[in-house]
């Protein structure tokens, strides 16, 4: 009787899984906060660990540099999830060690980013953008850099603010400021931290252009205060715990929980979701993690049967009830 029982309430719960919304949003809500706690950290751990093994993946790509990897992880997380591989390949064409021997030459940074993702050939030219053309010939031959062909990149439906172009242009900014970047960012405790680190305005050329050789409105372009909290959940808090793991700092491991739990909510489609299915709103980056682990993880594959929610409203259906 009580394995029917469960069977019906797993098959409900997947049936509820598979329509895109959360089926279990209502029971999460009705929880306690010592529960909802509970079931939170156990999903954010468990994200936090499919995370770790990325950054595991990248630091032995790296040859267990921890600049190297910080820099690759960085252009992973800069860009939208279609374009994330393209990022990638342009960071491992331009190593960490060639911009550290190069930033301080004007402009140069920028140079090798954009001659080696190929867009500079989809725009008209000006003397700015042949300026940076000419200087990638130099570099490319010094470092031996091998471009991307621009249909890497993934351009159709793009907002502006997010187009590569801006965004190699922010990140060239970035790591033309200083060779402790990785040390700061070890160092982010508080949001505030977060803004004053990856809120780099790109080049004085940017203010006027949003795409190379067509001005336009003069206006600074820099990373927003969205994009860098994105930056803090997924790069800045996943490495401090991930460096804290491999140097046996467990309070840097701490710190990057309390950072996530400092950093706002993610407002995505997920957290729309759940909303719509009646579930908690998330005080703080921690538990929006959990969440979205929660629906990309087990909702997204129908595993009720083994996600942490699924199994707890199981539990609470099967077991005996009191008599009267």
């Known amino acids: 009787m009580a394995d029917d029982v469960r069977r019906r309430m797993l098959n409900r719960l997947e049936a509820g899984a598979g329509t895109g919304a959360c089926a279990c949003g209502g029971y999460l809500a009705s929880r306690t906060p010592l529960q909802r706690g509970e079931i939170c950290t156990a999903l954010a751990f468990d994200r936090l660990g499919r995370k770790m093994r990325t950054v595991e993946r990248i630091f032995s790509e790296a040859n267990e540099n921890w600049n190297q990897t910080f820099y690759l992880l960085y252009f992973r997380t800069l860009g939208d999830r279609q374009n994330q591989e393209a990022y990638l390949s342009l960071a491992r064409r331009v190593p960490y060690r060639v911009v550290l021997r190069e930033r301080a030459v004007p402009h140069a940074v920028e140079a090798m980013l954009f001659g080696a993702s190929g867009l500079l050939g989809?725009?008209?030219?000006?003397?700015?953008?042949?300026?940076?053309?000419?200087?990638?010939?130099?570099?490319?031959?010094?470092?031996?850099?091998?471009?991307?062909?621009?249909?890497?990149?993934?351009?159709?439906?793009?907002?502006?603010?997010?187009?590569p172009v801006l965004r190699l242009a922010e990140a060239a900014e970035f790591f033309a400021q200083d060779e402790f970047v990785m040390d700061r960012a070890m160092a982010c405790r508080t949001e505030g931290d977060i803004r004053r680190l990856f809120c780099i305005e790109a080049s004085d050329y940017w203010r006027t252009h949003h795409i190379p050789g067509c001005s336009g409105d003069d206006l600074p372009k820099r990373i927003g205060a969205f994009k860098?909290?994105?930056?803090?959940?997924?790069?800045?808090?996943?490495?401090?715990?991930?460096?804290?793991?491999?140097?046996?700092?467990?309070?840097?491991?701490?710190?990057?929980?309390?950072?996530?739990?400092?950093?706002?909510?993610?407002?995505n489609r997920f957290m729309r979701a759940w909303r719509e299915a009646g579930g908690p709103k998330p005080a703080n980056a921690f538990e929006s993690q959990a969440l979205l682990q929660l629906a990309t993880e087990y909702c997204a594959a129908r595993r009720c049967a083994e996600c942490p929610v699924g199994r707890r409203i199981v539990a609470a259906c099967c077991a005996p009830q009191p008599e009267v």
């Open 228 to 267: 860098a909290n994105i930056i803090g959940i997924n790069l800045v808090a996943v490495l401090q715990y991930a460096y804290g793991s491999h140097t046996g700092r467990e309070s840097l491991r701490d710190s990057a929980l309390t950072l996530l739990e400092r950093l706002p909510a993610e407002e």
């Open 122 to 163: 989809l725009y008209a030219h000006d003397t700015y953008t042949l300026d940076l053309a000419r200087s990638f010939e130099h570099y490319a031959a010094k470092y031996d850099i091998e471009p991307m062909n621009a249909s890497e990149w993934a351009l159709a439906g793009i907002r502006p603010a997010n187009h």
